[in-house]
């Protein structure tokens, strides 16, 4: 979600929403110049008094109705707007910047180090590319960053004691100033901005030469909410994507020059432009010693630094934050050793990897009713009804590249250019592996690191599995990371020993078609020290000697009910991906979609109606009871707890409906119960909030965070934003996102952690668990199959099977549940549909999956609720969601007061009662607080009152006087008249 999402939206919204108090004061307003008009027929005193008391009544009538708006329509939304905030204090901000830092160092991936070019010592250096003077700090929508006190590439290497050509900076600054906006809201300008070579004058060359031996090129890459990135420019160029009629394909590209076009058609975003592969050539033809530093979280096409002897380093430095490229310049400096590992795998083609066809822009041809009644509902509707095929099932990532290399489908070299977790150092490690250490239900290894180099280092000890497979069954991959570890700072010679454990139900795999449920089948399984994915180390063997079946009766130790088929209705016509006989359908399941006529029926605003679903047998619950309770007394009481129902009793119906309905940045009071108002707000990398008036230090991206391979720098992360939410009074964050990289070109990779799941789980883990220690309570989002941008709000049908689904993109969300304590945690929905259920309204999901299995005890929020032609808040609470996102009209509204309605408000409320008075906000309650808004309104109507009452009397008196003065002089008259 971003900060803002549409904001003349939200003005409309408002404006709409009040529309009833500005007719009344229109009226009022005609009234009084009718009267002003009619009251010219008397004569003076009474001509004048009629009009002044025409004015004072519209005066008065204004005032009522501003009030009653203020203090009802706009009362919520005043409250995000105006709310109490504090201030960051510098201390925090410090702090944040030497996290950001810290963090950094770590997550700097070394993949390339020729004869042992880096580190270099502090001296001249030339940086060539524009990027070098416009870098990727973080991304966009609530991933924004604050760049204003941002420390940029080349500050950050001359901090390290480098010293820069500013003749190539100037050419750079001077050739464009900002960077291209690339924005749901603004647009996007997919423009590359790059100085060509034959640009360069020759003398500029000669002197760079003259000035350092040694020269940097900064190549950078960046999506952004609601827009992934292009996979044809041809199509960005030659604007045909215009044609497609939705905001999530359109955008522009300049070419650099009017002699070619920076791209061929067909080329994708993350190949190198014809500009920059000249720059590339130029640099290397004139430069015994280039480094390649790319600065962006989408795995850019990189096969072509092996093509030049002079390319000696390549560094990957995604969004860096407010401080972290002081880490680059250390990084090359050698003042830090980078230990930083890949999280995706880094192809060379990415036209060749698996879901290249089944991602991007598909809408069905047979559903013009559905997309003709979301106009209806709501008129800026994309107008389509879209979907997006899961077709690689669990082979995404390394686990398809190594599992179709063992199957010889692919010849690995051919493919991969960098495995997953891979990176390099400045020294050299020792791994060496000890016997497993088997209980009745953990796998445990110790592994000794020893630092073989010279130089101090911090190294990644990565513990991978490799199931037993029988040809034709339940799918598993052939690689599979179990759990890591990283050493601490170790010193040349010394070593340290890491204890290494998961559960071996963790090696189960779930099985669709057969038992319904996890299942961990006999056999060997190899448990292997690796470098990366891709190289072991070594290797031991674990027997299951029996296999096991995780259902009903025997559920996962951390299974409040074990899993099952619940989603297999998002299945679809679609084939999948398989392993047997050495992936056979290989051919057929990754091809581009053929069939688009939706099989089934998808509802949008225009066919859902509440009351086809009520239960006649449910009674309506008991609102508006005098029970005398307060939410606080609540404070740390068991979800079951009785008394939750005696303080429910007291909630109106009302007071639900507003409490659900505007839950954009906050969760708003509830007078019946002294319930507080809470503030919520992004993102990612810290407090981010233009609604709010709120911002932080922008941390660096969860990518960087998640090459650290660092749970305790996660965490670190996490508790510096969130000291930063507590300066800002702000208690609810909505982060962290963590969706999976299923393709390179995912618009928000920047914002999610890996391709991996486990990775991604113990990063989201440590950060929550960080910012939940801090009082804070985490939206974790976006639940769940987020992974793509385009198309998220039209009517996004995304097909999958339930074994990918389980094994993968729910993981994240699963391990933080079951870890975190009940009632510390909210989770947010998204956007797109599961099959053809809108996932904000999916109960199967929200109910079955998040509550029943894992026994989640929280709030589930909407993301923005733009309502799309398809948002719904009578669905979305029926579903399980407790809060729309929503800031202002009455999009989110429950309209259905029925007795189910009503009941599964009451469910909702309970839940958000649940998280706010177990969080920071009720740390040090205060009972009976106003808003400081609403008693400069109370004083405010206080004076206009006394001024009203004074002027009321002024008025009275002077009318009186000047009525008997007209009455005397007219009396004197007459008895003039009188006397002639």
């Given at each position: 979600?971003?900060?803002?999402?549409?904001?003349?939206?939200?003005?409309?919204?408002?404006?709409?929403?009040?529309?009833?108090?500005?007719?009344?004061?229109?009226?009022?307003?005609?009234?009084?110049?009718?009267?002003?008009?009619?009251?010219?027929?008397?004569?003076?005193?009474?001509?004048?008094?009629?009009?002044?008391?025409?004015?004072?009544?519209?005066?008065?009538?204004?005032?009522?109705?501003?009030?009653?708006?203020?203090?009802?329509?706009?009362?919520?939304?005043?409250?995000?707007?105006?709310?109490?905030?504090?201030?960051?204090?510098?201390?925090?901000?410090?702090?944040?910047?030497?996290?950001?830092?810290?963090?950094?160092?770590?997550?700097?991936?070394?993949?390339?180090?020729?004869?042992?070019?880096?580190?270099?010592?502090?001296?001249?250096?030339?940086?060539?590319?524009?990027?070098?003077?416009?870098?990727?700090?973080?991304?966009?929508?609530?991933?924004?960053?604050?760049?204003?006190?941002?420390?940029?590439?080349?500050?950050?290497?001359?901090?390290?004691?480098?010293?820069?050509?500013?003749?190539?900076?100037?050419?750079?600054?001077?050739?464009?100033?900002?960077?291209?906006?690339?924005?749901?809201?603004?647009?996007?300008?997919?423009?590359?901005?790059?100085?060509?070579?034959?640009?360069?004058?020759?003398?500029?060359?000669?002197?760079?030469?003259?000035?350092?031996?040694t020269a940097v090129i900064v190549l950078s890459r960046t999506g952004g909410e609601g827009t992934d990135l292009p996979q044809d420019m041809g199509s960005i160029m030659d604007g045909s994507t215009m044609d497609?009629?939705?905001?999530?394909?359109?955008?522009?590209?300049?070419?650099?020059?009017?002699?070619?076009?920076?791209?061929?058609?067909?080329?994708?975003?993350?190949?190198?432009?014809?500009?920059?592969?000249?720059?590339?050539?130029?640099?290397?033809?004139?430069?015994?010693?280039?480094?390649?530093?790319?600065?962006?979280?989408?795995?850019?096409?990189?096969?072509?630094?092996?093509?030049?002897?002079?390319?000696?380093?390549?560094?990957?430095?995604?969004?860096?934050?407010?401080?972290?490229?002081?880490?680059?310049?250390?990084?090359?400096?050698?003042?830090?050793?980078?230990?930083?590992?890949?999280?995706?795998?880094?192809?060379?083609?990415?036209?060749?990897?698996?879901?290249?066809?089944?991602?991007?822009?598909?809408?069905?041809?047979?559903?013009?009713?559905?997309?003709?009644?979301?106009?209806?509902?709501?008129?800026?509707?994309?107008?389509?009804?879209?979907?997006?095929?899961?077709?690689?099932?669990?082979?995404?990532?390394?686990?398809?590249?190594?599992?179709?290399?063992?199957?010889?489908?692919?010849?690995?070299?051919?493919?991969?250019?960098?495995?997953?977790?891979?990176?390099l150092s400045y020294t050299t490690f020792d791994q060496k592996m000890g016997e497993l250490q088997i209980t009745e239900d953990s796998i445990r290894v110790d592994v000794t690191v020893t630092n073989t180099g010279?130089?101090?280092?911090?190294?990644?000890?990565?513990?991978?599995?490799?199931?037993?497979?029988?040809?034709?069954?339940?799918?598993?991959?052939?690689?599979?990371?179990?759990?890591?570890?990283?050493?601490?700072?170790?010193?040349?010679?010394?070593?340290?020993?890491?204890?290494?454990?998961?559960?071996?139900?963790?090696?189960?795999?779930?099985?669709?078609?057969?038992?319904?449920?996890?299942?961990?089948?006999?056999?060997?399984?190899?448990?292997?020290?690796?470098?990366?994915?891709?190289?072991?180390?070594?290797?031991?063997?674990?027997?299951?000697?029996?296999?096991?079946?995780?259902?009903?009766?025997?559920?996962?130790?951390?299974?409040?009910?074990?899993?099952?088929?619940?989603?297999?209705?998002?299945?679809?016509?679609?084939?999948?991906?398989?392993?047997?006989?050495?992936?056979?359908?290989?051919?057929?399941?990754?091809?581009?979609?053929?069939?688009?006529?939706?099989?089934?029926?998808?509802?949008?605003?225009?066919?859902?109606?509440?009351?086809?679903?009520?239960?006649?047998?449910?009674?309506?619950?008991?609102?508006?009871?005098?029970?005398?309770?307060?939410?606080?007394?609540?404070?740390?009481?068991?979800?079951?707890?009785?008394?939750?129902?005696?303080?429910?009793?007291?909630?109106?119906?009302?007071?639900?409906?507003?409490?659900?309905?505007?839950?954009?940045?906050?969760?708003?009071?509830?007078?019946?119960?002294?319930?507080?108002?809470?503030?919520?707000?992004?993102?990612?990398?810290?407090?981010?909030?233009?609604?709010?008036?709120?911002?932080?230090?922008?941390?660096?991206?969860?990518?960087?965070?998640?090459?650290?391979?660092?749970?305790?720098?996660?965490?670190?992360?996490?508790?510096?934003?969130?000291?930063?939410?507590?300066?800002?009074?702000?208690?609810?964050?909505?982060?962290?996102?963590?969706?999976?990289?299923?393709?390179?070109?995912?618009?928000?990779?920047?914002?999610?952690?890996?391709?991996?799941?486990?990775?991604?789980?113990?990063?989201?883990?440590?950060?929550?668990?960080?910012?939940?220690?801090?009082?804070?309570?985490?939206?974790?989002?976006?639940?769940?199959?987020?992974?793509?941008?385009?198309?998220?709000?039209?009517?996004?049908?995304?097909?999958?099977?339930?074994?990918?689904?389980?094994?993968?993109?729910?993981?994240?969300?699963?391990?933080?549940?079951?870890n975190i304590e009940k009632g510390k945690l909210a989770v947010m929905s998204s956007y797109n549909f599961l099959g053809t259920e809108w996932a904000g309204g999916c109960t199967a999901l929200l109910n079955d999956?998040?509550?029943?299995?894992?026994?989640?005890?929280?709030?589930?929020?909407?993301?923005?609720?733009?309502?799309?032609?398809?948002?719904?808040?009578?669905?979305?609470?029926?579903?399980?969601?407790?809060?729309?996102?929503?800031?202002?009209?009455?999009?989110?509204?429950?309209?259905?007061?029925?007795?189910?309605?009503?009941?599964?408000?009451?469910?909702?409320?309970?839940?958000?009662?649940?998280?706010?008075?177990?969080?920071?906000?009720?740390?040090?309650?205060?009972?009976?607080?106003?808003?400081?808004?609403?008693?400069?309104?109370?004083?405010?109507?206080?004076?206009?009152?006394?001024?009203?009452?004074?002027?009321?009397?002024?008025?009275?008196?002077?009318?009186?006087?000047?009525?008997?003065?007209?009455?005397?002089?007219?009396?004197?008259?007459?008895?003039?008249?009188?006397?002639?």
């Amino acid at each position: 979600m971003g900060n803002v999402e549409v904001a003349w939206e939200d003005v409309i919204s408002v404006i709409q929403l009040v529309r009833t108090h500005l007719i009344v004061i229109a009226a009022a307003l005609i009234c009084m110049a009718a009267v002003m008009i009619i009251a010219g027929r008397w004569k003076k005193p009474v001509k004048g008094f009629i009009r002044f008391q025409s004015f004072m009544a519209f005066i008065v009538v204004v005032a009522l109705v501003v009030n009653t708006m203020l203090s009802g329509a706009l009362y919520n939304t005043l409250n995000v707007v105006l709310s109490d905030k504090g201030e960051l204090s510098q201390e925090n901000i410090d702090h944040s910047r030497q996290v950001i830092e810290e963090i950094t160092g770590e997550g700097i991936v070394l993949t390339k180090n020729k004869d042992s070019f880096l580190p270099l010592a502090p001296q001249k250096i030339n940086v060539f590319g524009w990027s070098s003077t416009n870098p990727i700090y973080g991304g966009t929508g609530s991933g924004t960053v604050d760049t204003t006190t941002a420390v940029g590439i080349l500050e950050g290497l001359e901090n390290a004691g480098f010293e820069t050509n500013s003749e190539l900076s100037d050419l750079y600054v001077n050739y464009r100033a900002d960077r291209p906006v690339i924005s749901i809201n603004e647009g996007q300008e997919w423009t590359l901005p790059e100085v060509p070579a034959s640009k360069y004058p020759d003398n500029m060359i000669e002197y760079a030469k003259e000035f350092s031996d040694t020269a940097v090129i900064v190549l950078s890459r960046t999506g952004g909410e609601g827009t992934d990135l292009p996979q044809d420019m041809g199509s960005i160029m030659d604007g045909s994507t215009m044609d497609v009629g939705t905001k999530y394909l359109k955008g522009s590209y300049v070419n650099n020059s009017v002699e070619y076009a920076d791209f061929e058609a067909g080329q994708s975003y993350l190949e190198p432009s014809r500009t920059e592969a000249d720059l590339v050539e130029m640099v290397c033809s004139e430069f015994e010693n280039v480094i390649v530093v790319y600065n962006g979280a989408n795995t850019l096409e990189l096969d072509w630094t092996n093509d030049y002897e002079q390319i000696k380093s390549v560094l990957l430095c995604a969004g860096a934050g407010a401080t972290g490229f002081n880490a680059l310049g250390n990084v090359i400096a050698g003042n830090v050793n980078p230990s930083g590992k890949t999280v995706d795998t880094w192809v060379k083609d990415l036209k060749q990897a698996p879901y290249i066809n089944n991602i991007g822009h598909f809408a069905y041809t047979n559903t013009k009713d559905v997309e003709e009644a979301a106009k209806a509902a709501w008129e800026k509707a994309d107008g389509i009804v879209s979907f997006v095929n899961y077709t690689e099932g669990i082979y995404t990532g390394y686990r398809f590249y190594e599992t179709a290399a063992e199957e010889k489908l692919i010849n690995y070299n051919d493919h991969v250019m960098y495995p997953f977790g891979y990176g390099l150092s400045y020294t050299t490690f020792d791994q060496k592996m000890g016997e497993l250490q088997i209980t009745e239900d953990s796998i445990r290894v110790d592994v000794t690191v020893t630092n073989t180099g010279d130089t101090a280092g911090k190294e990644v000890v990565e513990l991978y599995y490799s199931p037993p497979y029988v040809n034709g069954g339940i799918e598993k991959s052939s690689v599979n990371l179990a759990a890591f570890g990283k050493t601490d700072l170790l010193e040349p010679g010394k070593s340290q020993t890491l204890t290494i454990s998961f559960p071996i139900e963790d090696m189960a795999s779930y099985d669709t078609y057969g038992a319904g449920a996890y299942v961990l089948e006999s056999g060997d399984y190899e448990i292997s020290l690796r470098s990366d994915s891709h190289n072991v180390i070594e290797r031991k063997v674990y027997k299951a000697d029996r296999t096991i079946l995780y259902d009903k009766d025997n559920p996962h130790s951390d299974d409040v009910v074990a899993a099952e088929n619940r989603l297999d209705f998002a299945e679809g016509d679609v084939v999948y991906l398989s392993r047997a006989d050495g992936f056979a359908n290989y051919e057929e399941a990754v091809k581009a979609p053929e069939n688009f006529e939706l099989q089934g029926e998808v509802q949008g605003n225009g066919t859902y109606n509440p009351e086809d679903y009520n239960n006649p047998e449910d009674v309506m619950p008991i609102t508006g009871a005098d029970n005398d309770m307060e939410l606080f007394e609540l404070r740390g009481a068991g979800y079951d707890d009785p008394r939750w129902e005696t303080l429910l009793d007291q909630v109106t119906v009302d007071e639900m409906v507003e409490l659900i309905a505007y839950g954009g940045h906050q969760t708003a009071a509830v007078d019946s119960v002294k319930k507080l108002r809470t503030l919520d707000t992004d993102g990612p990398a810290g407090v981010n909030s233009s609604t709010l008036g709120a911002f932080g230090t922008g941390y660096c991206s969860e990518i960087v965070i998640a090459q650290t391979w660092n749970e305790e720098l996660a965490a670190k992360a996490a508790q510096g934003i969130s000291r930063e939410f507590t300066d800002y009074n702000i208690v609810g964050w909505y982060a962290p996102s963590m969706n999976l990289h299923r393709s390179a070109f995912g618009g928000r990779n920047f914002e999610y952690y890996s391709e991996d799941s486990l990775l991604s789980s113990k990063m989201a883990l440590a950060e929550v668990s960080a910012a939940v220690e801090e009082g804070i309570y985490p939206y974790i989002k976006h639940f769940v199959l987020n992974e793509q941008e385009i198309n998220r709000n039209a009517l996004l049908c995304t097909w999958f099977n339930e074994q990918s689904v389980r094994e993968l993109y729910l993981k994240p969300f699963e391990y933080c549940v079951k870890n975190i304590e009940k009632g510390k945690l909210a989770v947010m929905s998204s956007y797109n549909f599961l099959g053809t259920e809108w996932a904000g309204g999916c109960t199967a999901l929200l109910n079955d999956i998040l509550r029943e299995e894992w026994g989640f005890r929280g709030m589930v929020i909407s993301d923005y609720f733009g309502n799309y032609g398809y948002m719904d808040a009578d669905r979305a609470v029926r579903g399980g969601t407790d809060l729309m996102l929503g800031t202002a009209g009455n999009e989110a509204i429950m309209t259905d007061l029925s007795a189910t309605s009503v009941t599964a408000m009451r469910q909702a409320v309970k839940n958000i009662f649940y998280v706010t008075v177990n969080s920071a906000a009720y740390e040090e309650y205060t009972p009976g607080t106003i808003p400081s808004w609403m008693l400069i309104l109370y004083i405010t109507d206080a004076v206009i009152a006394v001024l009203v009452l004074l002027t009321e009397i002024l008025m009275i008196r002077s009318f009186i006087k000047k009525r008997k003065d007209s009455i005397r002089i007219e009396a004197v008259n007459t008895e003039g008249e009188s006397k002639k």
